[in-house]
């Protein structure tokens, strides 16, 4: 008798404890937090390192970029105030396993929409369009991906699209994996690597920022980038999608494009064309 009851005690104290521990922070409904909360956070995973996109400023303290600013429009839409956005930085390689693990609600950080991604995470509508490229010195004899051949090496870093596609696109060049893009790029300077290749908007903020260096060739890939938010947050998923459209609409997205962006014209994103601010 005493057994059984010291086995429906025990039974019970787990149960308890597991009562007390709650479910797991990804699985809690992102909308409804938002919705219950009186000051409601959106934690967004963003690139830290990536000029133009996510790239953070010393002198201001902040992480500054194209994707941080649309964050910072879609929390406002969502919340009701952009201050409630917060960044927490990510990595081409750290971005899915921080969504799963629930320490941020969604990435944007220039991640490509791909069928492989999909087995992990969701993903908002397209809300900017890439291609990936390559970086080169200026003197280099490099002219675009058909020119690599085995006696190349091409810098590419972990967890990105870009290594996979130049793996099939010169299957013969010996292709080096870092952490991200500020390792890639000193490593390209070092002389480690013949080229870096990922989108042609990241490379485009390397060369801004270091002359010297060029995009070799044409873009050979598509590279849509969309938010990813974790499996069954539809809910969420629907709100970003439907704040993505309104700052389209409104010419909050233009803005922002501009901003970053001044001498390119708008992208038409396939499931929507941004339209210019009012004034
Ligand atoms: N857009 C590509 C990707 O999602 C390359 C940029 C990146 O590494 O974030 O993998």
Same mark, same amino acid.
């Given at each position: 008798?005493?057994?059984?009851?010291?086995?429906?005690?025990?039974?019970?104290?787990?149960?308890?404890?597991?009562?007390?521990?709650?479910?797991?922070?990804?699985?809690?409904?992102?909308?409804?937090?938002?919705?219950?909360?009186?000051?409601?956070?959106?934690?967004?995973?963003?690139?830290?390192?990536?000029?133009?996109?996510?790239?953070?400023?010393?002198?201001?303290?902040?992480?500054? &970029?194209? $994707?941080?600013?649309?964050?910072?429009? /879609? @929390?406002? *839409?969502? %919340?009701?105030? !952009?201050?409630?956005? #917060?960044?927490?930085?990510?990595?081409?390689?750290?971005?899915?396993?921080?969504?799963?693990?629930?320490?941020?609600?969604?990435?944007?950080?220039?991640?490509?929409?791909?069928?492989?991604?999909?087995?992990?995470?969701?993903?908002?509508?397209?809300?900017?369009?890439?291609?990936?490229?390559?970086?080169?010195?200026? &003197?280099? $004899?490099?002219?675009?991906?058909?020119? /690599? @051949?085995? *006696?190349? %090496?091409?810098? !590419?870093?972990?967890? #990105?699209?870009?290594?996979?596609?130049?793996?099939?696109?010169?299957?013969?060049?010996?292709?080096?994996?870092?952490?991200?893009?500020?390792?890639?790029?000193?490593?390209?300077?070092?002389?480690?690597?013949?080229?870096?290749?990922?989108?042609?908007?990241?490379?485009?903020?390397?060369?801004?920022?270091?002359?010297?260096?060029?995009?070799?060739?044409?873009?050979?890939?598509?590279?849509?980038?969309?938010?990813?938010?974790?499996?069954?947050?539809?809910?969420?998923?629907?709100?970003?999608?439907?704040?993505?459209?309104?700052?389209?609409?409104?010419?909050?997205?233009?803005?922002?494009?501009?901003?970053?962006?001044?001498?390119?014209?708008?992208?038409?994103?396939?499931?929507?064309?941004?339209?210019?601010?009012?004034?």
């Amino acid at each position: 008798m005493k057994r059984i009851k010291l086995f429906f005690l025990s039974f019970f104290t787990l149960f308890l404890l597991a009562a007390c521990a709650g479910p797991n922070l990804a699985e809690l409904d992102i909308t409804q937090r938002i919705e219950e909360s009186e000051s409601p956070k959106i934690v967004w995973g963003v690139k830290a390192d990536t000029n133009l996109f996510g790239l953070y400023n010393i002198e201001a303290g902040e992480i500054q &970029g194209f $994707d941080i600013d649309i964050a910072k429009a /879609l @929390t406002e *839409e969502i %919340t009701g105030d !952009a201050a409630n956005a #917060s960044f927490v930085e990510v990595t081409s390689k750290t971005r899915i396993p921080l969504i799963k693990n629930g320490n941020i609600d969604a990435i944007i950080a220039t991640m490509t929409i791909s069928e492989e991604r999909m087995k992990q995470v969701l993903f908002s509508e397209v809300y900017f369009a890439a291609g990936q490229s390559l970086l080169v010195e200026e &003197g280099s $004899d490099l002219q675009g991906v058909e020119d /690599l @051949t085995s *006696e190349d %090496t091409v810098i !590419a870093v972990k967890g #990105s699209t870009s290594a996979i596609n130049i793996r099939e696109h010169s299957p013969e060049a010996t292709i080096i994996e870092l952490e991200n893009y500020s390792e890639a790029f000193t490593a390209l300077q070092s002389g480690q690597g013949d080229a870096m290749t990922t989108d042609n908007a990241i490379l485009l903020g390397i060369i801004d920022e270091n002359p010297g260096y060029r995009l070799a060739g044409a873009p050979f890939t598509d590279e849509p980038y969309g938010i990813a938010i974790n499996h069954r947050q539809e809910n969420f998923q629907a709100q970003v999608n439907e704040a993505l459209s309104t700052i389209i609409e409104n010419g909050t997205y233009a803005e922002i494009f501009h901003k970053w962006f001044p001498e390119e014209e708008l992208p038409d994103l396939g499931w929507a064309a941004p339209k210019e601010s009012a004034e």
